[in-house]
């Protein structure tokens, strides 16, 4: 089982940015598909970004299309850690965040496909 230790959430108005991190516990961290998700209030959990490992040194990242050119996910292998910077923030990207960690490669968009979750960080983008 790995731990995950979102941290990095918080209030910003519109336009502006933040950077989440996840810590990750486990010695493969480098091999896992990281993602992140969000949650607004009365929906459903929706993928955001994942960087998975393709081989060797390579990293594939993946981004819905709503926050695709504002978000970038990528990590730090030596510190077991995922970022999501997020920039040209929306009020729609209001949610709670989390991250998420699989011990298997690809493109996983899908809450099922992930083993194990953080406790989720808030991130509040006024108008």
């Known amino acids: 089982q790995v731990q995950l230790v979102e941290s990095g959430g918080g209030l910003v108005q519109a336009g502006g940015s933040l950077r989440l991190s996840c810590a990750a516990s486990?010695?493969?961290?480098?091999?896992?598909?990281m993602g992140w998700f969000r949650q607004a209030p009365g929906k459903e959990r929706e993928f955001v970004a994942a960087?998975?490992?393709?081989?060797?040194?390579?990293?594939?990242?993946d981004y819905a299309d709503s926050v695709k050119g504002r978000f970038t996910v990528s990590r730090d292998n030596a510190k077991n850690t995922v970022y999501l910077q997020m920039n040209s923030l929306k009020p729609e990207d209001t949610a709670i965040y989390y991250c998420?960690?699989?011990?298997?490669?690809?493109?996983?968009?899908?809450?099922?496909?992930?083993?194990?979750w953080g406790q989720g960080t808030q991130v509040t983008v006024s108008s």
């Open positions: 960087h998975t490992w393709t081989g060797g040194i390579l990293y594939y990242a």
């Open positions: 486990g010695r493969t961290f480098s091999r896992y598909t």
């Open positions: 998420a960690a699989a011990q298997t490669t690809g493109v996983l968009r899908v809450v099922g496909e992930y083993d194990d």
